[in-house]
């Protein structure tokens, strides 16, 4: 290389974040809970076509519970190691 062209590319405009694993974390997280959604979608027609009141309302239950767990996973990991802790 030229010497020119050593200081254009010196030069040049590099962003000052490069892409880190958070990216793909969160990336990996939107994935789940699309998942998630689309499982509790399914279930709550399911029990709809039957007439099921009570299938639907837990299958929402659960849909939240299992959305808040993946969302806050760190969270509630610390309260099964503090309530292992407790025993």
Known sequence: MKLTEL???ANSNVPDELPTLNVVENWGLTVILQLISLLVFF???KHFARFKMGGIIM???LGGVVTFVVQNWSRVSEWVSAFIDTF
């Open 7 to 9: 200081v254009v590319l």
């Open 59 to 61: 299958t929402m239950i």
């Open 43 to 45: 279930m709550v027609a």
